[in-house]
T-cell receptor, first 116, second 115 residues
């Protein structure tokens, strides 16, 4: 079974600075997807960024980028120019490449605080 | 754009009562997932449906059942409610047919409180 681990329960960053959230995972599969989801106080789950395991290039979405190290099974999220609205719980998640019914497996989450 | 609709948004039930949570996926999405998120916890997968058939099952108690109807909406039925069932229940939907690997979109969740 796949597992996802986030070893940082809480992180904080100053507004406009950069922060990196860590995630490791365990799987025996070679092809899969990795995600970062953001859950603000509203509790809505919002997809931040997605990485396909067969792609070597790290995904980037505006101020959000990942460092995907497949051999090390590591998938960290970098948030640049942090904004107050980035404050949220961030979940790392894994999904197989199956076409149907494949579940998301989440890590424990990292609570990010952005200080003004 | 249409999103995943969950109803009700909030629900308060007493122990041993029954609750029904509803999920209306994004139009043309053929897959629905249910997740349970306890206080301070990560979402835990309960069950999923693809084209109205159960496609995967997670840590769903026997007291819970779910189905997906012909119009693709889904309902999660919870019986003999316990205090520990108090949680945020998410529904997510995606289009998985035709070899596409689109992403799941989450609803805003139903907050169930059992008293």
């Amino acid at each position: 079974a796949q597992t996802v681990t986030q070893s940082q329960p809480e992180m904080s960053v100053q507004e406009a600075e950069t922060v990196t959230l860590s995630c490791t995972y365990d799987t025996s599969e070679s092809d899969y997807y990795l995600f970062w989801y953001k859950q603000p106080p509203s509790r809505q789950m919002i997809l931040v960024i997605r990485q396909e395991a067969y792609k070597q290039q790290n995904a980037t979405e505006n101020r959000f980028s990942v460092n995907f190290q497949k051999a090390a099974k590591s998938f960290s999220l970098k948030i640049s120019d942090s904004q107050l609205g980035d404050a949220a719980m961030y979940f790392c998640a894994y999904r197989t490449r199956e076409e149907s019914g494949s579940r998301l497996t989440f890590g424990e989450g990292t609570q990010l605080t952005v200080n003004p | 754009a249409a999103g995943v609709i969950q109803s009700p948004r909030h629900l308060i039930k007493e122990k041993r009562e029954t609750a029904t949570l509803k999920c209306y996926p994004i139009p043309r999405h053929d897959t629905v997932y249910w997740y349970q998120q306890g206080p301070g916890q990560d979402p835990q997968f309960l069950i999923s449906f693809y084209e109205k058939m159960q496609s995967d099952k997670g840590s769903i108690p026997d007291r819970f059942s779910a189905q997906q109807f012909s119009d693709y909406h889904s309902e999660l039925n919870m019986s003999s409610l316990e205090l520990g069932d108090s949680a945020l229940y998410f529904c997510a939907s995606r289009y998985a047919g035709g070899g596409m690997n689109t992403e799941a979109f989450f609803g805003q969740g139903t907050r169930l409180t059992v008293v």
